[in-house]
Each structure stands twice: as structure tokens, then as C-alpha cells.
């Protein structure tokens, strides 16, 4: 298997699993217990970041084997990867019903033995299986109704997430391709990837987790009800798609203000 095939499926894995690590949210409505399950959500996108930086390496080497091929070559390779990453959000879409429900499970076990790394060894026990077969639900038509009530939802909130999905998953991709096109600064360019997603996880915590916060507290004060949640579960779930379609349309505007600040800023 070359290089690429594996890049795109370790994306295709990391976007899966952040977008099922987002439904941990239904989880501590639906059980009340909302610290724990935040807690299991962390250890889920852990994974992610952990196969990140397994294919970190990968990204950097298929892009210095493939100068020689052009920087149109590097562009569409780096297309082929975000489609897998579409791919994997969709796929992560379509698995939140049954995975929901079986991290239901997993909170309620996690409150009674208190112990993370005794829960994660469960996990590979026959009867965890059993349960996550148990668990497997289709997603329901009732879905896509949701959208038809949006008056009470904060849509600029949601406008704020497809942004930010749609930065943080080409910003490190926009990085290694402004490299390829500017060979004499690759090594500032690719160095400059942790500025990237540094900038993405500080717009996340500052102008999106605020706003999903004050929706859980709100749901948890029962100002507002569990089925408004939900609905405002899936405008969020879908502006991550959506964010990450929109990410091929940065991957060249992103590439030449890095390299203008890499001509400049660090000259």
C-alpha cells in the first residue's frame, strides 16, 4: 500500500473519530452525567490526535518524494485526502445513533468502577462487542425534519463552527502544500504547521466552546429541553460536514498567506 492510500486512511480515521467523540455531548445529557462523559469524549479524540501524529511523518515524506512531480501532483494528492476526510465525518455522521448509545453504556460503567484505564480494557472483552452490537441503530428520517425548526437556534453559532472546521482541517494540509510551492522556505512552511493548529484549537476554545458550553448548561438548568438539544446537535454535527467539504476551497488561500508570512513575518 503506497504512502497516500494510508494517509487517507488515517484521516478518513481521525475525522470518524472526532466526529464521534462529539456525540459524548448526548451522552451527558441523556445520563446526567455530564463531567464523565466529557471525560470519556476526551480519551476518544486522544485516538485521533494519537493516528495525527502517526501520519505526520507520512505527510512530510510523500510531499518530499513527490516535489519532483509538481506542486499541481502535491494539490491533488492533498484533495484526495480531504475527500477521505469528508468521507469520514460522513461516516462518523451515520454511526453517532449506535455510538451514542453504546458510550452510554461505557459512562455508566465508567461511574461505577471510577478507574478510565479498567474501562478501556473492557473495551476489548467479548461482552463490550456484544453490547456495541446491541447498540447499532440506524439514524432516524425524524433528522432531517430538524431543520425545518430553526428559530431558536444560535445560527451564527453554527455559521462560527463550519468556519472553524473548515480552517482546522486544511490549515496543517495548507502548510506542507505552501512548502511544495515555495521549495526555498519549505522547512519554515512545515515548521509552521503547530501555528496552524495552535490558531485552530484557540478559535475552538474561544469562540466556538463558550457557545456549546452555554447550551449544556442551559439544557442541564432545564431551560432547555433534551429534544432541543438534539436538534441543535444536528445543525452543529452538520456544519462539521459541511466545514469540512468547504476546506478544499481553502487549501490555496490559507497556502499564500502562509507564505507571505513566512517571506516576511520571519524574514
Request: with cysteine; aromatic share 8%; net charge positive.
Amino acid at each position: 500500500m503506497s504512502s497516500l492510500w494510508l494517509i487517507c486512511l488515517f484521516t478518513m480515521g481521525i475525522h470518524l473519530i472526532d466526529t464521534i467523540a462529539y456525540s459524548t455531548s448526548i451522552v451527558g445529557v441523556r445520563t446526567q452525567k455530564y463531567a464523565l462523559a466529557w471525560s470519556l469524549g476526551s480519551v476518544v479524540s486522544l485516538s485521533a490526535r494519537s493516528i495525527q501524529t502517526l501520519q505526520a511523518p507520512l505527510w512530510a515524506k510523500s510531499i518530499e518524494t513527490n516535489l519532483q512531480l509538481g506542486t499541481s501532483a502535491i494539490l491533488h494528492s492533498i484533495q484526495l485526502v480531504m475527500l477521505f476526510a469528508v468521507l469520514g465525518t460522513l461516516i462518523g455522521i451515520l454511526t453517532i445513533p449506535t455510538m451514542h448509545r453504546f458510550f452510554a453504556y461505557a459512562v455508566e460503567d465508567l461511574s461505577k468502577t471510577q478507574s478510565m484505564p479498567r474501562l478501556l480494557m473492557k473495551f476489548f472483552r467479548l461482552g463490550s462487542w456484544k453490547i456495541l452490537i446491541k447498540s447499532i441503530t440506524l439514524p432516524s428520517k425524524n433528522n432531517i425534519t430538524q431543520f425545518k425548526r430553526f428559530n431558536d437556534i444560535p445560527l451564527k453559532l453554527v455559521g462560527v463552527s463550519v468556519l472553524i472546521q473548515a480552517f482546522s482541517t486544511v490549515s496543517v494540509l495548507s502548510c506542507l502544500y505552501a512548502g511544495a510551492i515555495q521549495p526555498d522556505l519549505r522547512a519554515t512552511l512545515m515548521s509552521m504547521s503547530g501555528v496552524s493548529n495552535s490558531i485552530s484549537v484557540i478559535l475552538h476554545v474561544i469562540l466556538l466552546g463558550p457557545g456549546v458550553a452555554i447550551i449544556h448548561d442551559e439544557v442541564r438548568n432545564n431551560t432547555y429541553s433534551e429534544s432541543y438539544h438534539r436538534r441543535f446537535f444536528v445543525f452543529m454535527i452538520t456544519a462539521r460536514l459541511i466545514g469540512t467539504l468547504l476546506s478544499q476551497l481553502l487549501i490555496l488561500p490559507i497556502a499564500t498567506i502562509l507564505i507571505y508570512i513566512a517571506k516576511n513575518l520571519y524574514a
